[in-house]
């Protein structure tokens, strides 16, 4: 069955870096979409960053633009997230998602990790 | 941009009585409407997809309609599971766009 498991999220100060990691199994990694989507503290969901099944096309949400790197290693499976010059408006739970469509893209996720918490406080 | 309006913001059923979510799009989406459920604690889990379409594993009880603005999910009879934020998305665009989702609805015992 498909499982994506996130990590690497923790307490951070304004102005510092943390990367997220996203461990995939279940399916062909390497012929999915995935995307970042984040859900700030009792708000709603925002879509963050998407790459393209080999890494060859990258989009990212304007609040991020600059400060947020997407990547993927298809060979060990894994999706990250580089996040740096963080602010206290970046406080979230991250979600990895797989996009649906195979060596496409849809914007439809159909299976999500369980999240990582990341807080930006001093 | 699309904005995706959700009402009401909270709506209180009984269980075993029947649910009807709403939600809008600011322009036309076509069927690319997607409804999701997440409970306290929990990552979103895809119900719906297409307006109309039962992901997989979710039971019959869950109904889609709608296409272009006006969109609906119905819960036919309601379970102690059901209560839970229901999110509607539409990814019709490309590229993506950060607010995709509406707001949510929340589904709680009356």
């Known amino acids: 069955q498909v499982q994506l498991v996130e990590s690497g999220g923790g307490v951070v100060q304004p102005g510092g870096s943390l990367r997220l990691s996203c461990a995939a199994s279940?399916?062909?990694?390497?012929?999915?979409?995935m995307h970042w989507v984040r859900q700030a503290p009792g708000k709603g969901l925002e879509w963050v960053a998407f790459i393209r099944y080999d890494g060859s096309n990258k989009y990212y949400a304007d609040s991020v633009k600059g400060r947020f790197t997407i990547s993927r290693d298809n060979s060990k499976n894994t999706l990250y997230l580089q996040m740096n010059s963080l602010r206290a408006e970046d406080t979230a739970v991250y979600y990895c998602?797989?996009?649906?469509?195979?060596?496409?893209?849809?914007?439809?996720?159909?299976?999500w990790g369980q999240g990582t918490l990341v807080t930006v406080s001093s | 941009e699309i904005v995706m309006t959700q009402s009401p913001a909270t709506l209180s059923v009984s269980p075993g009585e029947r649910a009807t979510l709403s939600c809008r799009a600011s322009?036309?989406?076509?069927?690319?409407l997607a409804w999701y459920q997440q409970k306290p604690g929990q990552a979103p889990r895809l119900l719906i997809y297409?307006?109309?379409t039962r992901a997989t594993g979710i039971p019959a009880r869950f109904s889609g309609s709608g296409s272009g603005t006006e969109f609906t999910l119905t819960i036919s009879s309601l379970q102690s599971e059901d209560f839970a934020v229901y999110y509607c998305?539409?990814?019709?665009?490309?590229?993506?766009?950060?607010?995709?989702f509406g707001q949510g609805t929340k589904l709680e015992i009356k």
């Open positions: 297409g307006a109309s």
């Open positions: 279940g399916f062909t990694f390497s012929s999915y979409g």
């Open positions: 998602a797989k996009d649906q469509a195979i060596v496409g893209a849809t914007l439809l996720f159909d299976y």
């Open positions: 998305q539409q990814y019709n665009n490309w590229p993506p766009r950060p607010y995709t």
């Open positions: 322009q036309s989406v076509s069927s690319n």
